[in-house]
């Protein structure tokens, strides 16, 4: 963290967004224009705050992990909620640890996975909705500490598994990845769950050889889909623009894929 540098980043991060993502959409070149902005001295004072939040997030041991989503999996945060009412909860949310949203709102972040999505033709509603819903978890940091709450994850007990033993069985750094997941698990399909637990999975994205030597081949088999949608999370970041969405659409295809109410 305390050697990124903002202005490189985003020059990057166009680049790669214009080859592999969006080469087809001149207006989307033109959006992503504006994360050139180059801000290097509020990057450094966000640092400051971001580097002790992700060095004790890094620092959580197996046991600290398996407590926290137990804890987690037994608690209920808001009862019974229109799971529109919930995702607008977002708004209060945003994640210190990011550099690249900065003080943007979760929900803001949200709808801008959405409108990449949506502008690189995506018509796979099942992904569109994960898209919508796939940071939920961030809702932890409203009654958890932001280290538990916010970052990329990683395993933690890869040496205790055999081979082919599932990463149902692996343990990772606790934070709104499980939270999420766990919280929308008996909503929503396997697919859509895993998609939510590994969507800022380093040893994922990276395909670790001990996470290849765990997964199923099942799991083995979802990677590509995971790694593609870990690009729209990450790459459609922003703290300059406003989607341009349509609220009801949204609201048409969570209504399509949860109840009415859920238990949060």
Same mark, same amino acid.
């Given at each position: ?68 989503? *137990?804890?987690? /999996?037994?608690?209920? !945060?808001? @009862?019974?909620? &229109?799971?529109?009412? $919930?995702?607008?909860?977002?708004? #209060? ?18 709808? *801008?996975?959405? /409108?990449?999505?949506? !502008?690189? @033709?995506?018509? &796979?509603?099942?992904? $569109?909705?994960?898209?919508?819903? #796939? ?25 205790? !598994? ?7 069985? $692996?343990?990772?750094?606790?934070? #709104? ?34 996470? $290849? ?52």
């Amino acid at each position: 963290v305390s050697k990124y540098n903002a202005k490189n980043f985003h020059y990057a991060i166009k680049e790669r967004f214009d080859r592999a993502v969006f080469p087809r959409t001149t207006h989307w070149r033109d959006y992503l224009r504006l994360t050139q902005y180059d801000d290097t001295e509020g990057q450094q004072v966000f640092s400051t705050v971001a580097v002790p939040i992700l060095k004790e997030h890094f620092e959580q041991t197996l046991k600290d992990a398996r407590t926290r989503r *137990q804890r987690y /999996q037994n608690t209920v !945060l808001f @009862g019974e909620i &229109d799971p529109l009412e $919930l995702l607008l909860r977002l708004s #209060h949310v945003a994640d210190r640890t990011d550099p690249k949203v900065g003080l943007v709102s979760q929900w803001m972040h949200t709808l *801008q996975v959405w /409108q990449a999505m949506k !502008l690189d @033709g995506i018509t &796979d509603r099942e992904f $569109l909705f994960t898209g919508i819903i #796939h940071d939920i978890g961030k809702l932890l940091s409203l009654v958890e500490q932001d280290a538990y709450a916010d970052g990329c994850s990683r395993g933690l007990n890869y040496h205790k !598994l055999e081979d082919g033993a599932g990463l149902e069985q $692996l343990t990772i750094l606790f934070d #709104h990845h499980d939270f999420g997941a766990d919280k929308m698990r008996k909503y929503v399909s396997p697919r859509v769950y895993r998609l939510m637990r590994y969507h800022c999975f380093k040893d994922m994205n990276i395909e670790y050889a001990e996470l $290849l030597r765990v997964a199923t081949e099942e799991e083995r088999q979802q990677i590509p889909e995971i790694k593609r949608f870990f690009s729209y999370d990450q790459l459609s970041k922003s703290m300059w623009v406003m989607p341009n969405v349509r609220m009801s659409e949204i609201k048409q295809i969570v209504r399509a894929f949860l109840p009415p109410t859920i238990i949060f």
